[in-house]
């Protein structure tokens, strides 16, 4: 199992960035994804998941301006990112469970700043 996080890039405040994390060596359709973010001095924290079935669902503090999707046909997820502020400043990791075991990408890095 394979993940790999890619769009992340220096934003301005209110701006937006879209970031891709591409998959391989599982049965991508079938399993629920999701994006975690860590910001400096903190501990990981959970952004938004999306089923197998294309249900979602957003941490309070994302929710409205986030948009996570998937392409079934890539075996790709995406995080849209909107309005972003300082707090989304962070290494923003994707993650699926197989058999029991978590899998994450290697992290891209967001940084909100003027």
């Known amino acids: 199992v394979q993940l790999q996080a890619s769009g992340g890039g220096l934003v301005q405040p209110g701006g937006s960035l879209r970031l891709s994390c591409t998959t391989s060596?599982?049965?991508?359709?079938?399993?629920?994804m999701r994006w975690y973010r860590q910001a400096p001095g903190k501990q990981r924290e959970w952004v938004a998941a999306i089923t197998s079935r294309g249900t979602t669902s957003y941490s309070a503090s994302v929710k409205g301006r986030f948009t996570i999707s998937r392409d079934n046909a890539k075996n790709t997820v995406y995080l849209q990112m909107n309005s972003l502020n300082s707090e989304g400043t962070a290494v923003y990791y994707c993650h699926t469970q197989q058999r029991g075991y978590n899998y994450w990408g290697q992290g891209t890095q967001v940084t909100v700043s003027s």
């Open positions: 060596g599982f049965i991508f359709s079938v399993n629920t």
